[in-house]
């Protein structure tokens, strides 16, 4: 018996329902379509397609696990496995999902008051408008406590001044939920694209993530009214609760990412033919599968857990903490260790593993860094915080 999908060497759908099945074929199917045709040539380019974004939307992945203002409301494992078919195709396709969604929307539907849900969310859902999330800073990445970007009340108005660094769809984003710190301690607000005062740039020469647009925000007297505020959102916990959701499609659009990685390397080492024999059959090359396989199998069942305990309304972020140090971890191994198998054919954009190892560098990074996830869950076993 040859198992022909990586993931069925444990029956993996076998656990899943049958909605849950067919989102995962109809996202799997959408990327086959309109994404892996493209993928090597956006990522060269350093682009991502805005046009892609009714796409997503049509295809109702956008803030697909909200409920109303046009999103989907399915489960958490539901989106999940969007994020695990949509990151086999590209981590900068999952980003996008993932900042729209979980970062941008989830922010205004968990924060937002009714008017701010009802003038965004709708557009969002559709892609027919464009998000991103300003957490982090030149100076301050890994400690937003310490932010220094600044929104101090000026009648009823709020003037705020400050730059945010590393901001995904930044500079194509129709409006930023930028965090700053007031008087009242960290709040969030909404600052359409246009605003005065509100510049945007996109940053180049990135290694990692081609396919997506990273921008710097700066903010230099930027006058918002009171009704940009964020109502609900008070603390740093408020963008910390954001950074849960897309964390949680981290942990399962690695796995994705892995299993693209081992599949094609199956693919080719079955047909690459040396000392007379394909690639496939040698010792050494079935020790390297059998070991990702165990890797990507562990990963993809350790998704499906957390996305079990997210459902149950019972997850903790330090258990989100282990799905995406794990995932993470697993998957840029995997990546690099398919380069290998593929020899130098494995350097080039013809195929995808060296690709999403370079992808795998900004998301190891990105959404808290190891070390971060490593402390988090340090805390949860000792008590102690380690990060100060
Ligand atoms: P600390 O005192 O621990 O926490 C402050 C308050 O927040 C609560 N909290 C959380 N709430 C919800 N979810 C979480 N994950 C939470 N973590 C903490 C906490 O209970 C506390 O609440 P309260 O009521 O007591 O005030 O804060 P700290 O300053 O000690 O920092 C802790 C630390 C280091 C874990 C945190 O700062 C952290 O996670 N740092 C990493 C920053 C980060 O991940 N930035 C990501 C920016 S966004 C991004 O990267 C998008 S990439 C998107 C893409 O393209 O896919
Ligand atoms: P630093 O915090 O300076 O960390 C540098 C090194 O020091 C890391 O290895 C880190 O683990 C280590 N370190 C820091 N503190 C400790 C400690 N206490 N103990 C041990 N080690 C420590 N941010 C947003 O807000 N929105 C976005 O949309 C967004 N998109 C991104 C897209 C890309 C492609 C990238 C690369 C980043 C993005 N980020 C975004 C920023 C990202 O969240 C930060 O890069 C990340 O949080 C790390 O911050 P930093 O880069 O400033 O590194």
Redesign the pocket.
Known sequence: MTVTDPLALLDFDSLLSDEERQIRETVARFVTEHVRPHVADWFEEGTFPRELAPELGKLGVLGMHLDGYGCAGTSAVAYGLACLELEAGDSGL??FV??QGS?AMFSIWRYGSEEQKQEWLPWMAAGEAIGC?G??EPDF?????NMRTRAVRDGDDWVLNGSKM?I?NGSIADVATVWARTEEGIRGFLVPRGTPGFTTRTIKKKLS?RA?ITGELSLDDVRLPASAQLPEAR???AP??C??E??FG?VFGSAGAALDCVRTTIDYANERVQFGRPIAAFQLTQQKLADMAVGLNTSALLALHLGRLKDAGTIK?HQ?SVGKLNNVRTALAIARECRTILGGSGITLEYSPLRHANNLES?LT????SE?HS??IGQALTGH?A??
């Not at 990445?141 to 406590?145: L, T």
């Not at 990105?366 to 860094?369: A, I």
């Open positions: 999952r980003s993932s900042v970062l999330f957490l982090t990445g890994s400690d937003p406590a590393w995904t993530l997506s603390g740093l916990g910390l609760s950074l849960s897309a964390r981290i972020p989100i998301v990105y959404e808290g860094t971060i402390l988090v915080a990060f100060k």
